[in-house]
């Protein structure tokens, strides 16, 4: 998939020759672009679906770093900011808002296409890191396109060993030694049980294979 596709960009300018020169530019592109004539239209108009926000400062009724604010504190949309205000103070000001990018009007269209390309592409890749399983060792949490998956221990253990090495076959003694370890009172069939359960888990959140049985070994991590 390019850059292009499916990339929606939020476009908010109170300057209406430049807002529709940066609409038709990104248009051009292949972008879709919704556009806002001022901080308070473009804080109606925005969603954390937007690939890609690029917003002016200066505007009537809402500032853009307000709305840079409210964006914060709603998503981490990637945001471009468009700006007459050209000194060091002003450009770190909104970058310690929030921005990602401080752009400084005037500004030459290629080099803002070739920012707003940039800024696709590392969000495509974040987007695309978050995909699957993740497992997060620090808070003991596992999640599943982004989104929080709610295992015991046992299972956030098992789900752990096994996606720390994706593809490699597990026997349900390797397992049962890392997650319950040699004191358990437990007995190998608890692995088939929390497995089970975890694969019951993740079915209801749509992942239907995490965990593929191996005949004859075991388990395999496939998330």
Not at 147 to 172: D, I, M, W, Y
Not at 173 to 179: I, K, N, S, T
């Amino acid at each position: 998939m390019s850059d292009q596709e499916s990339a929606k960009i939020l476009l908010v300018e109170d300057d209406r020759e430049i807002r529709e020169m940066v609409k038709e530019m990104l248009m051009l592109a292949g972008y879709e672009v919704i556009e806002a004539a001022d901080g308070v239209a473009g804080a109606a108009a925005f969603n954390p679906d937007f690939n890609l926000v690029v917003l002016d400062v200066e505007m009537p009724y809402k500032s853009g770093l307000e709305l840079l604010k409210e964006i914060r504190d709603k998503s981490d949309t990637p945001v471009l900011i468009l700006s007459s205000r050209a000194k060091i103070p002003d450009r770190v000001l909104g970058l310690d808002l929030g921005a990602d990018d401080y752009l400084v009007k005037p500004f030459e269209v290629d080099e803002l296409m070739a920012r707003v390309r940039a800024h696709l592409r590392r969000q495509k890749r974040k987007n695309k890191a978050a995909e699957g399983v993740q497992v997060d060792q620090e808070t003991g949490r596992v999640y599943l396109d982004g989104q929080p998956v709610e295992l015991t221990a046992r299972e956030f253990g098992v789900v752990s060993a096994l996606a720390a090495h994706p593809g490699k076959n597990f026997s349900r003694e390797e397992l049962f030694e890392r997650v319950w370890g040699h004191d358990s009172d437990a007995t190998t069939r608890q692995v088939a049980l929390v497995v089970s359960k975890i694969r019951s888990k993740f079915k209801k959140l749509g992942k239907n294979k995490v965990i593929a049985s191996v005949w004859g070994v075991g388990y395999r991590f496939e998330g």
